[in-house]
């Protein structure tokens, strides 16, 4: 049975002709009692299922699931034969990851496993664009990530790491070290934080969790990311384990105090650390009074500076400063999302 084409990019595709996308920022499915509910509610006639979703290079005929995955689960398991997909084309790999991060930040958060690991798969893409730029520019033969299906993470990782042997043997793009040649740095981090549209700090809280313990890092997933990243600040797998186990009773001040007692003293127990008066509340108080202070004159500056800007930069200059004014935007973004989220 084909897909039954209605307007333009929208098709009834047969349920049983689609599966899930294999690279995905979200490593589970999500809540089992939601599929349950979503099916619940398209028997009922009161949900009509969406899929975003891209000719499979695995099946002809077939479709691979980019945004909607748990939607899908729940039409088949309310017995849908046709569900509604809007077929998107000319995705590469990072573009596809931003969209499906972007559909997957809408609906619910990533574990702080999920996060720290797109993180690193955007970095990788993006290493990847620049070594396969600069070994087509050497004209040295390769097979682009465009021509490959790549199933995990890992394969991404081999990908980018074959080019890198290629730069080493050819010579192109590198530095010396004390002993030996290396690849120079591909992409900066600040083109991953820009694809991801985040600052500097958060990228670094969302991978400050990967120096958790594996059985830390599963349990903490259940965490929100900026919890998960603070108990990565503590020594000791026990304490970390007992953080992981109180933080969801904590506030955010009561497990920032207990992680700064516990930074300061490797020998306190976290029961200890929990109990202790916050005797640096008082003195952090007026710091930030003072830091506040310094803010707001700073704000005041800055509106300035960006009157005589908008009055007098023009061309790559406006763009230059169209880029700083981004990346202070982002900043103040996170901030509000983290108060919001306090």
């Known amino acids: 049975m084909t897909a039954a084409e ?38 009922a006639g009161r949900h009509e299922p969406l ?25 088949k398991e309310a017995g849908i034969g046709l569900v509604l997909v809007r077929v998107l084309k000319g995705l590469n790999h990072l573009t596809r990851l931003q969209k499906q991060y972007e559909e997957n930040r809408l609906r619910a958060d990533l574990t702080p496993a999920d996060d720290a ?8 893409l993006k290493d ?7 070994l087509a520019e050497s004209l040295v033969p390769i097979q682009p990530l465009a021509d490959k299906c790549v199933k995990d993470r890992g394969e991404l990782e081999e990908h980018l790491a074959s080019l890198k042997k290629l730069l080493l043997e050819r010579k192109v793009h590198v530095v010396k070290s004390d002993t030996e040649l290396a690849v120079a740095p591909l992409s900066p981090w600040r083109d991953t934080e820009r694809a991801l549209g985040i600052s500097e700090a958060a990228r670094k809280r969302k991978l400050a969790v990967l120096r958790l313990e594996p059985d830390v890092l599963a349990e903490a997933n259940s ?15 026990e304490r970390r384990v007992e953080l992981v186990e109180r933080a969801p ?27 202790a008066p916050d005797t640096a509340a008082s003195d952090q108080s007026n710091l930030f009074d003072a830091q506040l202070s310094t803010l707001g004159d700073l704000c005041r500056q800055l509106v300035r500076l960006i009157s005589i800007l908008r009055a007098h930069a023009e061309g790559d200059r406006r763009d230059a400063a169209m880029t700083a004014l981004m990346d202070l935007r982002r900043c103040i973004d996170e901030f509000l999302e983290q108060s919001r989220a306090a």
């Open 249 to 275: 009773y904590l506030t955010n001040r009561q497990l920032q105090a207990a992680i700064r007692r516990l930074r300061a003293d490797p020998q306190l127990s976290v029961e200890r650390s929990l109990s």
């Open 128 to 134: 990847i664009e620049v070594a396969e730029c600069l």
């Open 117 to 124: 690991y797109l993180v690193l798969s955007i970095k990788t």
């Open 6 to 43: 209605l307007t333009e990019g929208l098709a009834l595709v047969p349920v049983e002709n689609i599966h899930p996308g294999p690279l995905q920022p979200r490593t589970t499915t999500g809540s089992i009692d939601l599929i349950h509910q979503l099916a619940d509610s398209m028997r």
């Open 51 to 75: 899929l975003e979703v891209e000719y499979s290079p695995l099946r002809p005929g077939y479709y691979q699931i980019v945004c909607g995955e748990q939607r899908w689960r729940a039409a």
């Open 223 to 237: 965490l929100p990311v900026h919890h998960a990243s603070l108990i990565a600040q503590v020594e000791g797998h």
